[in-house]
């Protein structure tokens, strides 16, 4: 027996298809975007399973969505420029704080394959516990997702190699600073919570960084 085909979602599907395509060849035509190896990750994971049904249509509409208890699951650009500030190696150990809806975790997952390990923390029980329903949907259970304070870290599976902060904050926490393995990058949204400054630490030894400034940005707050 046939089974019926659901034409306007069929449509839907192919209308996301199209906008994220758009997105891609847009990033790496204007070379804003240089790292295949992010771009990749970006076709490779379908940002819908992420978002709120609700919002479905605009899965790939270039800003950001609220996903509940006051989030947001940041805009297309923000996460893929924010990924490639960070230079995810496979093989690596990375540390995201604020985890949302899980499509950044997604991506790093995609990014450290099967040889890499990706934590997430998230404050807020009831996100944490929908993105690993959705990590599971898009067949990424390995990712370790964590609820609970972000700005304490992760220590019991320190050090990484990367950490990426999602939330705007005053300062880097020492703890994920602690947390760094030497030579390590840590990328995160400094300030106030609309402007905040897009930094990158490179952790040089143990008690130095070199820090370098890459753009303005909006992001809800690490509290």
């Known amino acids: 027996m046939e089974v019926p085909i659901n034409k306007p979602e069929k449509k839907q599907n192919i ?41 479905r249509d605009q899965s790939y509409a270039d800003h950001p969505l609220p996903i509940g208890s006051g989030q947001t699951i940041s805009q297309p650009t923000t996460v893929i420029l924010m990924l490639q500030l960070l230079d995810v190696l496979p093989g690596q150990r990375v540390l995201e704080i604020g985890t949302g809806s899980g499509y950044n975790a997604a991506l790093l997952a995609k990014l450290v394959k099967s040889t890499g390990m990706v934590v997430t923390l998230e404050r807020h029980s009831v996100l944490a516990e929908q ?40 300062q880097v926490p020492q703890n994920l600073k602690d947390q760094l393995a030497v030579g390590g990058f840590i990328v995160a949204p400094i300030g106030a919570t609309h402007g905040c400054e897009m930094l990158k ?22 509290v």
């Open 15 to 55: 209308i996301l298809e199209q906008q994220k395509q758009y997105l891609y060849e847009f990033w790496k035509n204007s070379r804003m975007i240089r790292n295949d190896s992010v771009l990749e990750a970006f076709l490779e994971v379908p940002r819908e399973l992420f978002v709120e049904p609700s919002y």
């Open 201 to 222: 630490l490179y952790k040089t030894a143990p008690d130095h960084f070199q820090t370098s400034s890459h753009g303005l940005f909006s992001f809800v707050p690490l």
């Open 131 to 170: 993105a690993s329903e959705n990590l599971r949907g898009a067949g990424l259970e390995e990712v370790v997702v964590i609820a609970g304070d972000g700005k304490l870290g992760y220590a019991e599976m320190a050090p990484y190699d990367r950490i990426i902060v999602t939330a705007a904050a005053d």
